[in-house]
């Protein structure tokens, strides 16, 4: 019985009370199943069928139970047959018992729930490879168990396994016996170790679930070797030979080469010769056995030319020997009369002589054919293609270099100088000869060679110092020290570039910045240790790429700039220069203005301040803002803020306003016993507009200057009205005076006009006017303040001129004087006045602010 294996204490109890109400416990009629791995909530079944309500269910591990319907449910714990039914043999059911009380009197039931299986496990295999060894001389259909057989948790269909290959190529199938519990491979083409001894497949497992699930892995077959080639004798084993008649003892002659494509111990070649060759072949030859060299037993002193013939078997295990014919032309050795006598002139020992590579043509030796004066028909010639040649020079042979000779292309010579005789068939022999051997002396005729004549890298600016750029590399082709390269830079190179001179590493010792050099040019050289050495260069380009490490800078910390108020929407109000060092995107930059809603907007394709609407001074006359400025670097962004003023300039643009009097028709009554010079009242006019814009001149129209009855004066500055002389009874009455009240601006100034009513009566106790007076006169008031009075000049006699001046000089001086006077009066007088002031002005009562302006 497969009960739950983690059942906790709760389940035990549950147990311990079955057995107690074990004569109450209904059994065997009914159980239910449920697939494992089902999501909670899944219906399973139901005890309403067979038991009154209510309902509750003692084990609730896996299920829950509706109290009132019976039905019950799975949970939120996962049901996994396989764990729950590890030991399950595939045969038996996998369940769970569970316990209810049911009914109105609490009995006691237990009822199986049955685990069914679902294919939720893939078959699996112990080993990732399976390895098998065949022969190759299996028979087609030879089969050969696999002991690796897959395992599958799932039961029933979902556990039984079926094997195939995969990228056998026809050469191998499966076989299964006893319902797959056992599975051979079977050998299906010959195989052939030779051909192919290795081959890899997949061995498929997959289970007959419905929907089947499948594992794979590497089957790999090695085909071992059998003994089923023999040696034979290729083509390229040679047949025949010539070797000189006075050959020395253990020259090799030949060698015979024999193949057999089995390994190991089934290829091993034995060489013999075959016992019908010949006693004198015997004698001179001999033949290596393991190797199939044919060497000369004995030195060679052969007269007369001689032909042996050998016959070379090759054996391997359990083979017919193979065999091949060698023949060995003997050549009969030079006549002793005729030597050749070598005088050298080059330095030599033993016959061989040291020559430097790459010099000019040179004579090395004087060679001289002696002996038998009968062959005087004999010449020496060399054999084979050398870079040296024999001239004949009064009989004698001069053996000289042909060519500079080249160390790097061959090292060693052999010159064979031979005698050459005619012989009686008039065909060249060679009779004699003699071997020179020339050793070439390495020269420092190489310059080291770059592989690279130009190397180019990028690097990224504010490297870690010490880092590694590159490695260049230069080949030498001379030997020993001469081709011993060390590497430098140019002695000019900047200090924070070095080289290992020996490795042609080359580092930067110092963080790179771009903005300061965006490039670096290089010369390296390679020189080799030679004397003199030599020397070659290559060029190293290194391109510095830019990182984003500078911020934008504004130009200035604070800009001011200054705009006309009243000035067109979008007139631009200055530009706001920004520079960032860094390249593209990491130096591209925007400007943003810090404020909202101000009136500016920055314009970023010109870098320009911009207003968005006209301003007016008279309502905010500065601003203050900040700029930002941020490039578009990445991965930061660098900002950088700056403080932008912008004054907005007066533009004559306001009137001035008369404060004082209030209006038109104020009047101030005053007594005819006013002093005279005293101030009566004063205009007091202001303008919004600032410095000369808002400067104001008060000057009177009406009455003019001409009409003599006018008694007041007004100061075109300070607005003060004055008495200018004692009133009289023809004073008395009411006077208008019509002011013009203009400010300084240019180039057209502003003004206004006002009425100022004054009453002289005894009586200072009320005036009043219905209505304002009106104002007959010219419309152009402007230029009216000055047409100062013009004294018309009579023309004069030159002669009254000095008089005149005298004159002129008097009065200044008196009106100096005058003028002093008053002054010092009027200062006296200053602060008396203005109480008077205040007393007199009930109806032209100034406001307390503009009284703080004074
Ligand atoms: C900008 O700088 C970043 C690193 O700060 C770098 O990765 C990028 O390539 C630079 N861009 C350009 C255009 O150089
Ligand atoms: C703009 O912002 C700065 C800083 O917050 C502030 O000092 C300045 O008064 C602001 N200007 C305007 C016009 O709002
Ligand atoms: C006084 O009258 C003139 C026109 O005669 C007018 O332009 C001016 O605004 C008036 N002044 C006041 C204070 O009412
Ligand atoms: C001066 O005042 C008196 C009394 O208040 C009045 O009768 C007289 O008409 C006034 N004179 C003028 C010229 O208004």
Known sequence: MGLPYNMNWAGLLQILLVIIHTSQVTCGSIQFSVQEER??????????????????????????????TGNFYTNERRIDRESLCPEETKAEGCFVLHNAIVGPSGDLVQFPVIIEDINDNAPHFQNSEIRLKVSEDVAV?????LDDLAQDADTGHNGQLSYH??????????????DELLIMLVVQT???????????????????????????????VTVTD????????????????????????????????ATDPDTGPNGAIVYSLSPQVSERAKKLLTLDSRTGYIRLKQDLQNNNSEELVLKVLASGPHCPPADTWVTISVLPKATQDLTIKIGFIAEHHNQTMVLPENQPPTVLAVLELEGDSSSKGSSL??????????????????????????YEIQSEYHISVVVQGISSESSVISLSRQVIRVMVEDVNDNAPHFLQSHYQLEVEENNQPGITLLQVSASDADSGNKGRVTYRLHEYTSAIFTIDSDTGQMSVLAPLDREQQQEYKLTVFARDSGSPPLESQATIIIRVLD?????????????????PENAPPFTQVGRIEVIDLDEGENGSTELRLGNSSTPFVVDNTQRTLRTTTSLDRETVDHYELYVLVSDSGYPVALTSTAIVTVFVEDINDNQPKVILPSSNSSCLALSPSTLVGSTITKIYAIDEDSGLNSEITYSVIAPGPAQQTNPFQ????????TLNHQLSQKDMGMHHLFIVVRDNGKPTPLYTTVWVNLLVNESTEHCTLDRAPTWTGTSDLVQSPSMAPICEVKPVRSDLYMYVGMILMLVSLVLFLVTLCLYLKYKSLQKPKREYIKENEIPLRLKDKYYSDE
């Open 141 to 145: 259909g030879s089969s050969f168990v």
């Open 190 to 220: 010959a195989l052939d170790r030779e051909i192919r001894d290795l081959y890899q497949m997949q061995l498929v497992a997959t289970d007959c679930g419905t929907h089947p699930l499948n594992t794979s892995v590497v089957l790999t």
């Open 39 to 68: 999501k909670p909530d899944t219906l399973v079944g139901s005890l309403s069928k067979h038991f009154q309500p209510p309902y509750q269910l003692l084990t609730q591990e896996y299920l829950w139970m509706d109290e009132h």
């Open 165 to 178: 290959l995969q990228g056998s190529g026809g050469d191998f199938s499966i076989k299964a016996k006893e």
């Open 381 to 406: 010639a060399i054999e084979g293609d050398m870079p040296f040649s024999l001239s004949p020079q009064s009989g004698k042979y001069l053996l000289s270099t042909s060519k500079p000779l080249d």
């Open 547 to 563: 990182q984003n490490d500078n911020a934008p800078v504004f130009s200035t910390p604070h800009f001011i700039f200054f705009i």
């Open 226 to 257: 059998v003994n089923d080639n023999c040696p034979s004798f290729g083509p390229d084993s040679p047949r025949s030979t010539t070797i000189p008649g006075d050959s020395p003892k253990n020259m090799v002659v030949t060698r015979v080469i």
């Open 714 to 721: 007004v100061d075109s500055r300070s607005g003060d009205i």
